[in-house]
C-alpha cells in the first residue's frame, strides 16, 4: 500500500498528493509517469512525475477530476492509500542524458498549458539544480486555474504567466507569448511544450515558422499507461508510435496531432474503437479486448 503523506486542492477540480513510494522515487526521473489504482478492481490512472524526493521516498503527483477515477482519487485523503503506484513509466527527458556543460550553453524555453504545469515543473527543477536557468511560460484559462506558479517561480530563469481572459498576468494564449519574446530579441535553441493537445499543435505550428526545435509530451492520450490497449497510439514522422511506452516526449514538428485527436475523441466509444481497428488494419493495436 501506498501512503498518502499530503493532499492539498491546488484549485477548483485540480489536485496534488504527495505519495510515499520509495521504490519509484529511488529511480525515476522527469518526464516519467506512474500508473496508479485504488483498489485491486480500479481504474488504471496514468500520471506524470510532479516530483520526487529521493531521500524521504515520496512521489508527488497533480491531477484534474476529469472522470469517475480522478472524482475517486479526490475522495481519498491524508493517511489513505493507493493499491498500486506503479513506476516510473516511460522514457524520462533527453534532457536528463545530455552533457551539463552542453546543457548550460542551451536556451530552453518551456511552455506549460494548464495542468502541463505539473510534468514542465520537474525538468525545470532539475535543469535549475543543474545550474541551467530556463525561461517558463505557463498559460491557464483564468487566474483561478493557474497552478505552481511559486514552485515554478523559484526554478524558472524567467517566468511569464498569461490567462486566456487577461484576468491575471499577461492577456491571451501561450502562442502570443512566445510571438512577443521572439519579437523581443529572445533566441532559444529548444522548446519544450506540454499542456492540452490542441495547445501543443499551435505552438509547434508556431516554432515550425520559427525554425525553434520543439518537444512535446503526449501524456494527455495515455490510458492504460502499458502499450496495451493502444489508445496513445500516435504518428510521428510516419511511423507509429505509443505515447506511453516510446515516449511520453516526441518531436513535436513530427506528431500529427489532427490524427491523434481524432483518435482521442473516437476511442472513448466502443463502436469509435471498432470504427478505428476497420481503419488500420492489421496495423491498429487492440490489446484491450475492447475493439474485436
Not at 143 to 152: F, G, H, S, T, V
Not at 159 to 170: A, F
Not at 221 to 245: E, L
Request: with cysteine.
Amino acid at each position: 500500500m501506498y501512503k498518502i503523506l499530503k493532499k492539498q486542492e491546488l484549485t477548483a477540480n485540480i489536485y496534488l498528493m504527495e505519495v510515499e513510494a520509495k521504490r519509484v522515487a529511488k529511480s525515476c526521473e522527469p518526464g516519467q509517469f506512474v500508473i496508479v489504482r485504488m483498489d485491486s478492481e480500479g481504474e488504471r490512472i496514468p500520471l506524470t512525475i510532479c516530483d520526487y524526493d529521493r531521500e524521504r521516498g515520496t512521489i508527488t503527483i497533480v491531477f484534474q477530476t476529469v472522470g469517475a477515477g480522478t472524482r475517486m482519487m479526490a475522495q481519498l485523503n491524508e493517511g489513505d492509500s493507493f493499491h498500486d503506484f506503479v513506476g516510473p513509466l516511460g522514457c524520462a527527458s533527453e534532457l536528463v542524458k545530455e552533457d551539463g556543460q552542453t546543457l548550460k550553453q542551451k536556451k530552453i524555453l518551456f511552455v506549460a498549458g494548464g495542468v502541463g504545469a505539473a510534468p514542465v515543473y520537474p525538468q525545470v527543477k532539475w535543469l535549475h539544480e543543474h545550474g541551467v536557468a530556463a525561461d517558463v511560460i505557463v498559460g491557464s484559462k483564468t487566474k483561478d486555474l493557474l497552478i505552481l506558479e511559486k514552485e515554478m517561480e523559484a526554478v524558472a530563469g524567467n517566468l511569464y504567466v498569461t490567462t486566456d481572459d487577461g484576468s491575471y498576468g499577461r492577456s491571451g494564449m501561450v502562442t502570443q507569448v512566445i510571438k512577443d519574446l521572439v519579437a523581443e530579441g529572445h533566441q532559444y535553441d529548444l522548446c519544450i511544450a506540454i499542456g492540452p493537445m490542441i495547445m501543443m499543435k499551435f505552438v509547434c505550428l508556431l516554432t515550425k515558422e520559427l525554425n525553434l526545435p520543439t518537444v512535446v509530451s503526449l501524456n494527455p492520450i495515455m490510458v492504460d499507461g502499458t502499450g496495451m490497449c493502444g489508445a496513445c497510439r500516435v504518428t510521428v514522422g510516419g511511423k507509429v508510435k505509443f505515447a506511453c511506452v516510446d515516449g511520453p516526449e516526441f518531436d513535436g514538428h513530427q506528431v500529427n496531432f489532427d490524427e491523434a485527436m481524432r483518435r482521442q475523441q473516437i476511442y472513448k466509444t466502443a463502436e469509435g474503437r471498432a470504427q478505428l481497428a476497420l481503419e488500420e488494419g492489421k496495423t491498429h493495436h487492440g490489446g484491450c479486448g475492447n475493439c474485436e
